[in-house]
């Protein structure tokens, strides 16, 4: 593990921001579909966060890593309910 890893790994997934590289690894989905889920309230994919103030389309965002890994989960649990 490198020294960037252990420092992230030593903090709290409530307090960590990632940008859409890491949410499109973690959830496996296409920068669109993500889009596409966020518009959708019933997804309950997470909103992100805004990095400026800027209202600019491409004004840098940001995810919860605690909630990104909150939806993961539920989808899994999801798939475990049908399954049983």
């Not at 959830?27 to 997470?46: C, E, H, N």
Request: proline share 8%.
């Amino acid at each position: 593990m490198n020294t960037a890893s252990k420092t992230i790994a030593s903090h709290d997934p409530a307090s960590i921001l990632i940008r859409m590289p890491e949410v499109i690894s973690i959830v496996g989905l296409a920068r669109p579909t993500i889009y596409k889920l966020m518009r959708q309230p019933d997804s309950g994919f997470p909103m992100p966060v805004k990095l400026s103030n800027s209202n600019a389309r491409s004004a840098p965002v940001a995810w919860v890593l605690a909630e990104v890994q909150a939806w993961t989960r539920a989808r899994i649990a999801a798939r475990d309910q049908v399954a049983a």
